[in-house]
C-alpha cells in the first residue's frame, strides 16, 4: 500500500513554484477559424493585386517606349509631334471614360479660371517635355535615352534652387554628382550618339522635372489640387489642342503620309491605337501602383525601369553597347538611388 501511494505521488507531482511557466495559446474556436483564413486570403489577393499593377506600370512604361522607338526609328514615321499628339487624345478619351464613366477616382472640377491657367501652363511645360523626348528616340537608342532620362534629380534639384530658392543638405547635392558622372561616361561612349538627339532628350528630361516643381508652386492650396488622374483629364486636351496645329505647320505632310499609311497597311492603324493606349496606360498604372504602395516605391521602381527598359530595347533592336556605357549607366543610377536615400533621410530629419 505504501509503494502504491508513493507511485500516485510521483505521477502527478504538485507544480514547484520555481518552474518557469509555459503560455500555450489555446486553439481559435471553430467559428473564429473561417475569420483567419478570410484575412490570408485578403492579405494574398491584395499582394496579388499590387504585383499586377506594378507588372502592368513596367509593362505600359516600357511598351509606350518600344512602341515610340519602332514608328519613329525602324518603321520611317518620323512625325514626333502628331505622334504625341495622338498619346494626348487618347489620354484624353480615356481620362473621360475612367474619371467620368467608371469612376475610377472622384471627379474634381476646375473651381476658377485662375486654375485653368495654371493647368494650361503646366500643360505646356507637358508638351515640350514629351514632344522632346519622342523626337530623341528618332536618333538614339532607347537604352541610352534611358540613360539621360535617369539625371532627372539632378534638373529637379536645379530648378527647385533657381525657382524656390530651397536648399538641400549638402549630403543631397553631392549624391547628384554621380548622376552627372555617369550620363557623362556614357556619352562619351555611346557608339549611336547623335548631338541632335541628346540635346531634345537632355531638353525633355529638364522639362519633366520643371514640371514637377512648377506643379508644386502652382497647385498649393487644397481648393485647387487635383489627383493625377484628374489633373491628366485636364491637361491632356489642352496639350493636344497645341500639338494638333503645331504638328500641321512644322511637319508639313503629316496627314496625307498618316492617311496614306492607313490604307496600305492595315497594321499601322493597331500601332497607333495601341500606342495611344499604352501611353494612357503609362499614367493610369502610375496612379494606381501611388496609390497601392507610396510615392517612395514608385521612385525606386522607377530607379529599376531605366535599367529594365534599357536591356529590352538591346534585346530586342540589337543596338551596340560598350562596357564604358554600361558602367556609366550604371553610375547614374547609383546615384539615382543614393540621392532618393539622401532625401528620405533630409525630410525625416527636418520632420523631427
Avoid at 184 to 213: D, I, W
Avoid at 335 to 342: D, I, R, T
Wanted: a positive charge; glycine letters at 6%; aromatic letters at 10%.
Amino acid at each position: 500500500m505504501v509503494e502504491g501511494h508513493a507511485l500516485r505521488r510521483v505521477s502527478n507531482p504538485r507544480p514547484d513554484p520555481a518552474d518557469p511557466i509555459i503560455d500555450i495559446p489555446s486553439t481559435p474556436p471553430a467559428k473564429q477559424q473561417p475569420l483567419l483564413q478570410s484575412a490570408v486570403t485578403s492579405a494574398s489577393s491584395s499582394a496579388a493585386t499590387t504585383s499586377g499593377f506594378i507588372l502592368s506600370w513596367y509593362f505600359s512604361n516600357i511598351g509606350v517606349l518600344l512602341l515610340n522607338k519602332y514608328l519613329l526609328s525602324i518603321y520611317g514615321y518620323r512625325f514626333p509631334i502628331f505622334l504625341t499628339a495622338i498619346h494626348m487624345l487618347s489620354c484624353s478619351l480615356y481620362s473621360f471614360a475612367a474619371v467620368r464613366w467608371l469612376r475610377l477616382v472622384q471627379p474634381q472640377c476646375i473651381s476658377s479660371q485662375r486654375q485653368f491657367m495654371k493647368i494650361a501652363f503646366l500643360s505646356s511645360i507637358f508638351c515640350l517635355s514629351v514632344v522632346c523626348g519622342n523626337t530623341s528616340l528618332r536618333y538614339i537608342p532607347v537604352s541610352f535615352n534611358q540613360a539621360i532620362g535617369a539625371t532627372t534629380p539632378f534638373f529637379t534639384a536645379a530648378f527647385a534652387l533657381l525657382i524656390t530658392f530651397r536648399t538641400e543638405p549638402a549630403m543631397v547635392y553631392i549624391s547628384l554628382l554621380p548622376v552627372v558622372l555617369g550620363i557623362v561616361v556614357a556619352s562619351n561612349s555611346e557608339p549611336l550618339f547623335h548631338p541632335f538627339g541628346f540635346m531634345v532628350c537632355l531638353a525633355s528630361t529638364a522639362g519633366r522635372a520643371l514640371k514637377s516643381v512648377v506643379q508644386g508652386l502652382l497647385l498649393t492650396s487644397e481648393a485647387e489640387k487635383l489627383n493625377s488622374m484628374n489633373l491628366l483629364l485636364y491637361m491632356a486636351p489642352i496639350a493636344a489642342s497645341i500639338l494638333f496645329p503645331l504638328s500641321l505647320w512644322y511637319e508639313p505632310g503629316v496627314v496625307n503620309v498618316t492617311l496614306a499609311n492607313l490604307r496600305a497597311d492595315p497594321k499601322f492603324g493597331l500601332l497607333l491605337l495601341a500606342n495611344g493606349t499604352v501611353a494612357y496606360l503609362v499614367n493610369l498604372t502610375n496612379f494606381l501602383v501611388t496609390r497601392h504602395t507610396s510615392a517612395l516605391t514608385l521612385q525606386v521602381l522607377g530607379n529599376a525601369k531605366a535599367a529594365v527598359a534599357a536591356f529590352v530595347s538591346v534585346l530586342i533592336f540589337k543596338n551596340p553597347v560598350t562596357t564604358t556605357g554600361v558602367v556609366g549607366f550604371g553610375i547614374t543610377v547609383s546615384g539615382v538611388v543614393l540621392y532618393s536615400e539622401a532625401k528620405k533621410r533630409s525630410k525625416v530629419s527636418s520632420s523631427s
